[in-house]
T-cell receptor, first 115, second 117 residues
Framework: GAGVSQSPSNKVTEKGKDVELRCDPI?????LYWYRQSLGQGLEFLIY????????KSGLPSDRFSAERTGGSVSTLTIQRTQQEDSAVYLC?????????????FGDGTRLSIL | AQKITQTQPGMFVQEKEAVTLDCTYD???????LFWYKQPSSGEMIFLIY??????QNATEGRYSLNFQKARKSANLVISASQLGDSAMYFC??????????????FGSGTQLTVLP
């Protein structure tokens, strides 16, 4: 079946512009996560959605970052007034709800470059 | 304090030999899960293996096994019979919390494994 789909795969934009990154999770996965991976680094948690519950935004690095999830499926991560330090790969993951043993399945990521 | 520590930035192994990638973790939560992911140069994150904090036996998945030592808080990944395609970055990750609470993963900094022909 289809995996987690992210678009665009690459995005180059100028400093100060807004960007929107999209994630389409695996069908039936109610948990959705956004992570950021800077060059040569591990993954940094950004935000987590579970069903219709309020999202856990504890990992968002600044108020320039926001995310929404419409209809419990597709999610959009928005970065306003981009800065060069926002350059990274943004990864989305989804999983079945509930138990700790549910692995998160990742998309291929969006590589964001801020000029 | 780091929750997940991977002390080997890079590892080399000869093809067909076994290799162990180290991972130690820190948590006060009695319920947690430990995961290993593989990230080839193409960038995708591939789930390899899972170990739960209450599991009595070490997890195995094909050529992957997890050497879980709970008292030492270590969860080392063992890859047997290494193949050239195993060359990749390997991440150890942990999820804390009670059942029914699907929390985010906390990742280590990764180990770059290179398999030599």
């Amino acid at each position: 079946g289809a995996g987690v789909s992210q678009s665009p795969s690459n995005k180059v934009t100028e400093k100060g512009k807004d960007v929107e990154l999209r994630c389409d999770p695996i069908s039936g996965h109610t948990a959705l996560y956004w992570y950021r991976q800077s060059l040569g680094q591990g993954l940094e948690f950004l935000i987590y959605f579970q069903g219709n519950s309020a999202p856990d935004k504890s990992g968002l690095p600044s108020d320039r970052f926001s995310a929404e999830r419409t209809g419990g499926s597709v999610s959009t991560l928005t970065i306003q007034r981009t800065q060069q330090e926002d350059s990274a790969v943004y990864l989305c993951a989804s999983s079945l709800p509930g138990d700790l043993n549910q692995p998160q399945h990742f998309g291929d990521g969006t590589r964001l470059s801020i000029l | 304090a780091q929750k997940i520590t991977q002390t080997q930035p890079g590892m080399f192994v000869q093809e067909k030999e076994a290799v162990t990638l180290d991972c130690t973790y820190d948590t006060s939560d009695p319920s947690y899960g430990l995961f290993w992911y593989k990230q080839p140069s193409s960038g995708e994150m591939i789930f390899l293996i899972y170990q739960g904090s209450y599991d009595q036996q070490n997890a195995t998945e094909g050529r992957y096994s997890l050497n879980f030592q709970k008292a030492r808080k270590s969860a080392n990944l063992v890859i047997s019979a290494s193949q050239l395609g195993d060359s990749a970055m390997y991440f150890c990750a942990m999820r804390e919390g009670q059942a029914g609470s699907a929390r985010q993963l906390t990742f280590g900094s990764g180990t770059q494994l290179t398999v030599l022909p």
